[in-house]
């Protein structure tokens, strides 16, 4: 069976103000009117119906998912006790399909909650079709790889090998020959010439015994770990072990973990049009801009001013006059004004306001 896996642990630190620890990013309505979280789950229509579902996301968030997400079990919603990055969310997810859900040999399609995909029934084509090539070979991992339009410096890639012979499906799939990290610009520019790479979705497919072998090859503490927990997972120690056990993981990424060092990989060109909401400067691709060059929510007044992104509220004016190039976002404690070119150091104020105490800030 295809079991759905959204991982929702993330801080969206770089949306900061509108991002906090108690409503971070995927929680939020960024494009369009739903949530991100909620637009993922909707994403998947009837391909996987809602009894196979999981959200693994923070303890504290918990309730809200459940708010946002009402059609889920509550046992279908983990809060990891602290974070410890994607490797140890996937195996634990993993070993829950295996083993509370009793499907060892079930298929995962795994992916973050806060893409946009502008397209949900032909992504629901392309989880199909990576679920084909799962079942046509049980121990393939199957990712899916963005075809760059542009250098981008902020996405890991994926270098593709020769083309499958049955792609099972319409897409175009490949051998994957190996993973690239975010690369400087030069070496982006040179991946994109080649026209042999594409950006990383971190959007996978595997059957949940192929990635706990792989864990239990490259990573055999997280996973010993993991596997105390899932023992617990139903008894009256649980929660006690979950906090326990999860705090005691070195958290590492899956792709350092796994898919680097992986045999069998498969990627899928995607077929869907996507993005990965990283930070403001990602709203004008979405959202579009004026003939300013300003990318407005919100009521505002901009006079001389270009190349602006403002997100405030429909009773909160912003006025900016004589302004080039800034992101202004109100919210209703805090206001963030900063250099649009300067986005990446957003996650420093957000360490700043640590050291300071300033915990309702964050």
Known sequence: MLHAIIMAGGSGTRFWPASRRDRPKQMLSLVGDETMIRQTAQRLGDVVPPERRMVVTNQRLVADVAKQLPELPASSIVGEPCKRDTAPCIGLAALLVAKARKDPDGTMI????????????????????????????PSRIVTFGIKPTYPAEIFGYIQRAEALTDTCGDASAFKVARFREKPDAATAAEFLASG????????????ASTILDALRERQPETLAHLEKIVDAWDTPDGPAVFEHEFAAIKGVSIDYAVMEHAKN??????????????????????????????????????LNTTGAIVRTTPDHLVVTLGCEDLIVVHTPDATLVANKHDEESIRAIVKELETRGWESFL
């Not at 893409?115 to 046509?136: G, N, R, S, Y």
Request: aromatic residues 12%; charged residues 20%.
């Open 196 to 207: 042999d790479f594409y950006w990383n979705s971190g959007i996978f497919c595997w059957r």
């Open 110 to 137: 795994v992916m973050p909650a806060d893409h946009v995909i502008a397209t949900p029934e032909v992504f629901q084509a392309a989880v199909k079709q990576a679920e084909a090539l799962v079942d046509a070979e």
């Open 265 to 302: 990989v498969a990627v899928i060109e995607a077929p869907f049009e996507w993005d990965d909401l990283g930070g403001w400067q990602s709203l004008p691709r979405r959202l579009g801009a004026d003939d300013a060059g300003n990318t407005i929510v919100g009521k505002h007044l901009g």
